[in-house]
């Protein structure tokens, strides 16, 4: 707290807040800078990625191909843990705790752990309803990879999905 008086939080006036020198920012792909693209939620930067192959030439897939389907994968898992509305450019402290934990368990999923005790402290804040089924799911998944999944829960879908209930 003693500390916060002396925090000053401002744009760069060179990069305009972007973290990018000049060269990286007038890049296009796709006639699309990263700036534009990092401003996408990660639903629509994922329908972008879809339409790339039909664009590029097949010397420049030979590069690209593993790196966009890495890119769609990571996208996709964070689209099924309710995150798909978020961008790039959003930065970290702005996330929710239920937003956090979403991108860590999307994280966690790829990992592909095993017998990992997972402790997740209400998930489901900020999260649309018609996404927490999804969510369950998410969660049951690490379960059936032989990991133990406690959740501290206030909502009554997950709860009633619970394995066990203390």
């Known amino acids: 707290e003693k500390m916060e008086e002396f925090l000053f ?12 020198c000049p060269e990286s920012r007038v890049v296009t792909v796709n006639r699309q800078t990263i700036i ?8 629509d930067l994922g329908i972008w990625l879809d339409g790339l192959p039909t ?3 097949t010397d420049e897939m030979l590069i690209a191909g593993s790196i ?14 309710g995150a798909g509305y978020l961008t790039m450019e959003r930065a970290s402290p702005s996330l929710s ?14 990992s592909g752990l095993s017998g990992v005790l997972y402790v997740f402290d209400e998930p489901t804040i900020g999260l649309h309803p018609r ?6 799911n998410l969660l049951r998944k690490l379960r059936d990879l032989e990991n133990t999944v406690l959740v501290i829960e206030h909502d009554l879908d997950v709860i ?3 394995d066990y209930v203390i």
């Open 9 to 20: 939080i401002k744009t760069c006036p060179d990069c305009d807040g972007t973290r990018l």
């Open 131 to 136: 996404d927490t089924q999804r969510l369950i």
């Open 97 to 110: 705790a239920g937003e956090s934990q979403r991108l860590q368990l999307a994280s966690l999923l790829g």
């Open 160 to 162: 009633a999905s619970a």
């Open 36 to 43: 534009e693209l990092s401003r996408l939620s990660l639903i």
């Open 55 to 57: 664009v590029l030439q």
């Open 68 to 81: 966009l389907n890495d890119l769609q994968v990571r996208i996709q898992r964070l689209v099924e843990v």
